[in-house]
C-alpha cells in the first residue's frame, strides 16, 4: 500500500536538479511537484517484454499492464540505484547490467514526473511483490502492439513502448 506521506524530492522542469521536497499525496494532488521516477524494462532471451500487472490497492492506475520495474527516487537517491533496488523490490532479482535508454519530463493529469528508464535482459525465475504486483507476464512486441490503445495498458506504458528504439522492421529493440 502507498504510504501519502512519503517523502520525495522535488526537482526543476528545466533540468534534473533537486530543488526542494513534498510528500506523495502531495505531488499525486498537484502537477506543479515535480518529482521523478525510474522505469527497467526487462526483456527474455527471447526478445519478449515482461509486463506486470499492477495490483488493485495501487493508487495510479490499479489493475492495468504496466512497464515490469518503475518506482519513485527515495530522497537523495541517484535514479540508476532507484531503478536496482526496484528490480529487488518488485521482481525479487538483482537488475545486472542496465542499459540507460532516455530521461524525460512526462505530465499526466495526475502527477508531472522526470522519469529515467533503463533496459535489461533477465529471464527469470521471478518472485513478484504481491502488493505491488497482480501478475507477470512475457509478452511478444507483436501481441503489445495489437494492444495498445484498448484500455489495458497503463498511458506510461504506452508512451515507454513507444519510445523504445526500433530496429529496420519497426519491432523495439531490446537491449545488446
Known amino acids: 500500500m502507498s504510504d501519502p506521506t512519503e517523502p520525495f524530492d522535488l526537482y526543476a522542469a528545466d533540468e534534473f536538479r533537486v530543488v526542494g521536497r ?11 511537484l515535480i518529482h521523478a521516477v525510474a522505469r527497467v ?12 500487472l499492477r495490483s488493485a490497492s495501487k493508487d ?18 541517484e535514479a540508476e540505484a532507484a531503478a536496482r533496488r526496484e528490480m529487488r523490490e518488485e521482481l ?21 514526473e522526470w522519469v529515467t ?10 518472485s513478484p511483490d504481491p502488493e505491488e504486483i497482480a501478475e507477470l507476464r512475457f509478452w511478444t512486441c507483436a501481441r503489445i502492439d495489437d494492444a495498445l490503445g484498448t484500455g489495458i495498458f497503463s498511458p506510461a506504458l504506452e ?10 522492421g519497426g519491432f523495439p529493440c531490446p537491449p545488446k
Open 41 to 52: 524494462h526487462v526483456w527474455d532471451a527471447n526478445g519478449r517484454l515482461l509486463l506486470q
Open 159 to 168: 508512451d515507454e513502448y513507444r519510445r523504445l528504439p526500433r530496429n529496420e
Open 92 to 112: 525479487g532479482v538483482d537488475a545486472g547490467e542496465l542499459v540507460l535508454l532516455h530521461r524525460f519530463l512526462m505530465r499526466s493529469p495526475v502527477e508531472t
Open 22 to 32: 513534498a510528500t506523495r499525496g502531495e505531488c499525486h494532488a498537484d502537477r506543479s
Open 60 to 77: 495510479i492506475q490499479p489493475g492495468k499492464w504496466d512497464m515490469a520495474v518503475g518506482g519513485h527516487l527515495l530522497p537523495g537517491e
Open 117 to 126: 528508464t533503463y533496459s535489461t535482459v533477465h529471464s527469470g525465475p521471478f
